[in-house]
């Protein structure tokens, strides 16, 4: 095995255990590269005073903030002094956070570039490993920040570009290979041959037009070639080459995005997390490609998102559901010796932080949101776990385990390696509640210290060395073996229960993730149930009151129409009568406001028979008086005939 594979070095792929001494010197073109909080030039850090305030802010973890949306709306909430935001979404309550730097939304991508990644560059170029992880709330311009767009790119096709043009990277076939596991392996014709046709494949299934893309691809490259590069000289016998991988976290399972699409139906491969003998973790199996120019570089990237996991929330159409990491890997290799230097750059765009009640998710969506949550939980844990841990100097607390995500980033998160966080916002007002939650996290992110760690010296190996390290490294795994028999026959059962004990708490901590995941799902359910239910309760209200009301205006009318009938058919009544009835009618006026619905239905019912009796007497009256005045006309006109001897007599009426 070992004739065919030359690990050249065995290197921690941490910035530690790289040899800084012995890479290219790199002349700078231009003062600015190194950030100072205001700004300025690193002229302006001449003072010792400004030195000092710099050095105790350098050993803090860099939290930028990125402000998106409308220059001016959003200051009707929030504040921004200097470095720091103040919120105020209330005058009472008002929250304050500060930050590296905050960008608003005035500032451009290629700002956002000079500032955060620029000068981490020229380091990773140096040998030293950087991740730049991008935070905040769905839809707030996390991917935007990180890819950008065709006319706005953003900081993964800056860095490309800004390597390339930095760099002068071999254009043969590399010779070595690096392994995810921070190897390096000696490139046989057959390796080079698949790694050849799956770069062709990738930029070959690329959807959109490929013209086009190359199109676009230029006019971005001529924009950006404008801005100032790092020229570095190599020794004459250095080669370089450069590789990206790109990788996701998708329901807290790993998947290779630079794999071909596989069928409907048939579940993507899953990869595996590794370990190496330095602690260091990183992901089995994963496709690393070789890269010569930004264009290829900048189609491998589109191909990887194109795999990507997105979907449709209620807060954003085109939300990833992952987090994906993009990596850069730098191989610096002298001709003449073994000596391999490998540094990695990683961007990583994280999954939306969601409430569940805003995303309105339900299935699939629902499950995502709580891996994601979960993940994010993780992170906010580790990250307060770790500034605890820092001021008593005891790491063992910190639970990165429970997270494929802390996994991966567990050395850059403990300070061993650089990195910068970008929290995005958005400070539109329905987003309020999302963007406390988000500037807490960060508030808590910016008290990570970095610390600082010496360089350690590369031992240079050869092939003889190599020979002489494995042969040790059998000899310690026979005796290893020997001593683990010996155990196993005396402490079988010691053993057993310390690996018992340790399934059972990482299952307990499991648990409690999962505990954690469903309150906060059952408690978003329970809100949204609670509006529901108010929300019907009061429409049943609304329609309930109209109903009455209407009932009501309907008796009132009623009773005010019969009420002057029956003043009208009493009227020839007597006067104390009408003033009786009048007093009545005032009084039951006056009362009406009082009367429920059934008092006045009855009321009505009773008026209704008074009027009906007082119609029937007052007909009955009448026909007595008809009948009355026909007597009366009889007798009048029999004494005329009979007394008067008259024959006619005229009635007035
Ligand atoms: N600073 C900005 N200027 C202009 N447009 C922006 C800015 N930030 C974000 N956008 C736009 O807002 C939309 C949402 O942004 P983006 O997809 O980057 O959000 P996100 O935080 O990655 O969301 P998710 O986590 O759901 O994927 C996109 O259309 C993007 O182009």
């Known amino acids: 095995m070992c004739d065919l594979v030359s690990f050249l070095v065995a290197r921690d792929p941490s910035i530690l255990a790289y040899n800084r001494g012995q890479l290219p010197k790199i002349k700078i073109q231009f003062d600015s590269l190194m950030e100072s909080d205001d700004n300025s030039s690193a002229s302006s850090s001449s003072s010792e005073n400004k030195e000092n305030q710099k050095e105790e802010d350098n050993k803090f973890l860099k939290v930028y903030l990125r402000i998106k949306g409308d220059s001016?709306?959003?200051?009707?909430?929030?504040?921004?002094?200097?470095?720091?935001?103040?919120?105020?979404?209330?005058?009472?309550?008002?929250?304050?956070?500060?930050?590296?730097?905050?960008?608003?939304?005035?500032v451009n991508q290629t700002e956002i570039f000079n500032y955060t990644a620029k000068s981490k560059l020229l380091s990773f170029i140096n040998g030293k490993n950087s991740s730049l992880l991008t935070y905040g709330a769905s839809g707030s311009g996390k991917t935007y920040t990180i890819v950008g767009t065709p006319e706005e790119p953003g900081l993964i096709p800056r860095s490309l570009e800004y390597i390339f043009g930095s760099i002068t990277v071999e254009q043969k076939t590399p010779q070595i290979t690096p392994l995810p596991d921070g190897f390096v392996k000696e490139i046989d014709p057959q390796m080079l041959f698949k790694l050849e046709s799956k770069k062709a494949f990738i930029i070959k299934a690329i959807h959109i037009d490929q013209a086009a893309h190359i199109k676009t691809y230029k006019q971005m490259q001529a924009r950006l070639s404008s801005e100032p590069i790092a020229e570095v000289e190599y020794k004459a016998n250095a080669s370089v080459s450069v590789w990206v991988c790109f990788s996701e976290i998708y329901n807290e399972t790993l998947y290779d995005l630079l794999v071909p699409h596989v069928s409907k139906g048939i579940a993507r491969p899953k990869l595996e997390l590794g370990k190496t003998r330095d602690d260091n973790t990183y992901i089995k199996n994963l496709t690393i490609l070789n890269v010569s120019n930004g264009l290829e570089a900048y189609q491998i990237l589109q191909y990887g998102l194109q795999n990507l996991n997105y979907a449709a929330t209620a807060i954003n159409s085109h939300s990833s559901r992952s987090h994906c990491i993009f990596t850069i890997k730098l191989v610096q290799s002298s001709k003449n010796s073994d000596e391999v230097f490998i540094s990695n750059f990683s961007f990583c765009d994280l999954a939306g932080s969601e409430r569940l009640k805003k995303t309105l998710n339900l299935g699939d969506r629902l499950k995502e949101s709580n891996k994601i949550n979960t993940s994010l939980l993780v992170l906010g844990r580790c990250m307060e776990n770790i500034k605890k841990c820092q001021q008593i100097k005891d790491r063992r607390l910190i639970p990165f385990r429970e997270s494929k995500l802390t996994q991966l980033f567990q050395k850059a998160l403990m300070g061993f390696e650089r990195l910068e966080m970008i929290v995005n916002i958005n400070p539109s007002r329905n987003m309020y509640d999302e963007t406390i939650h988000v500037l807490n996290f960060s508030a808590i992110a910016k008290q990570i210290i970095i610390e600082e760690q010496l360089p350690k010296v590369a031992r240079k190996r050869t092939r003889f060395s190599l020979l002489l390290e494995n042969k040790e490294k059998d000899q310690r795994g026979n005796n290893c073996l020997k001593v683990n028999n010996v155990e196993s026959t005396l402490f079988p059962k010691e053993k057993q229960r310390k690996k018992s004990y340790n399934s059972l708490n990482e299952e307990y901590h499991q648990l409690l993730l999962e505990k954690d995941s469903l309150i906060e799902y059952y408690e978003e359910q329970i809100d949204l149930e609670k509006d529901r239910v108010i929300e019907i309760y009061k429409d049943l209200l609304d329609k309930r009151q109209k109903r009455h009301n209407d009932e009501l205006m309907r008796l009132k009318e009623e009773y005010e129409r019969k009420c002057a009938n029956v003043i009208s058919i009493s009227s020839d009544e007597s006067d104390s009568e009408e003033e009786e009835d009048a007093d009545e009618w005032e009084e039951n006026k006056k009362n009406f406001k009082s009367y429920s619905r059934k008092e006045l239905i009855k009321h009505i019912m009773t008026l209704e028979e008074t009027l009906k009796e007082a119609t029937e007497e007052g007909l009955y009256l009448r026909s007595e008086i008809e009948r009355y005045r026909e007597i009366y006309r009889n007798s009048v006109m029999q004494y005329a005939k009979e007394v008067e001897g008259c024959e006619n007599v005229v009635f007035s009426q």
């Open 72 to 106: 001016e709306e959003y200051k009707d909430i929030y504040e921004v002094n200097k470095n720091s935001l103040t919120c105020k979404k209330s005058d009472i309550i008002k929250k304050n956070y500060t930050f590296s730097k905050i960008f608003g939304p005035e």
